[in-house]
């Protein structure tokens, strides 16, 4: 059985742009859940989503967001780019909804870089 | 102040040797406690989940124990290998009206040959 992917793998974009990230869940899997990782933040939890709706978010500005399609695959948008944003995004997906004691399983993350 | 704390933030330990994550949190009310492992450049992979009623979770040679009244979590790695070498994180979910999630900021383990 395939893993996440998340394309693309890396990207430079600069201040003021907006980015779209992709992301595959497993085949089968329903959530799909967000999340930036930064040095000096850490892991920070965006958002999940699951069947097409978003169940929970964290604590991020409006300029993040998101959304599901109805074959679980999900997009994360970021606009207004700030060079804060310069992070690894990281999705998760999984069978049941989050708050769930099911295993996530993460993609490799897309490496975000913003001058 | 973190809410969640986790100690050593790294070690360095000897191929074959054992090694003991701490991880404390403040958090409530408690949900489940996840415990992942993070290879350099790659996505984080789930090692074990315990619940308010669990004690203690083994997955391999990696064995989790929670202690929901001191709220207080161990990762006991046992026999380590070179493969053991990343960062581990300790991540506690809090269910009010929906869940929240609370990270800690990872222990980097090197294991040298």
């Known amino acids: 059985k395939a893993g996440v992917t998340q394309t693309p793998r890396y990207l430079i974009k600069t201040r003021g742009q907006q980015v779209t990230l992709s992301c595959s869940p497993i085949?089968?899997?329903?959530?799909v859940s967000w999340y930036q990782q930064t040095p000096g933040q850490g892991l920070q939890f965006l958002f999940e989503?699951?069947?097409?709706?978003?169940?929970n978010k964290g604590n991020f500005p409006g300029r993040f967001s998101g959304r599901q399609f109805s074959n679980s695959r999900s997009e994360m948008n970021v606009s207004t780019l700030e060079l804060g944003d310069s992070a690894l995004y990281l999705c998760?997906?999984?069978?049941?909804?989050?708050?769930?004691?099911?295993?996530?399983?993460f993609g490799p993350g897309t490496r975000l870089t913003v001058l | 102040k973190n809410q969640v704390e986790q100690s050593p933030q790294s070690l360095i330990i000897l191929e074959g040797k054992n090694c003991t994550l701490q991880?404390?949190?403040?958090?409530?009310?408690?949900?489940?406690l996840r415990w992942y492992k993070q290879d350099t450049g790659r996505g984080p992979v789930s090692l074990t989940i315990?619940?308010?009623?669990?004690n203690t979770k083994s997955n391999g040679r990696y064995t989790a124990t929670l202690d929901a009244d001191t709220k207080q979590s161990s990762l006991h790695i046992t026999a380590s290998q070179l493969s053991d070498s990343a960062s581990y994180i300790c991540?506690?979910?809090?269910?009010?009206?929906?869940?929240?999630?609370?990270f800690g900021a990872g222990t980097t383990v090197t294991v040298r040959a």
């Open positions: 085949s089968g899997h329903r959530s």
């Open positions: 998760a997906s999984s069978f049941a909804a989050g708050h769930d004691t099911d295993t996530q399983y």
């Open positions: 989503y699951f069947s097409e709706t978003q169940r």
């Open positions: 991540v506690v979910m809090i269910a009010v009206n929906d869940y929240k999630l609370s």
């Open positions: 315990m619940t308010f009623s669990e």
């Open positions: 991880c404390n949190y403040t958090v409530s009310p408690f949900s489940n």
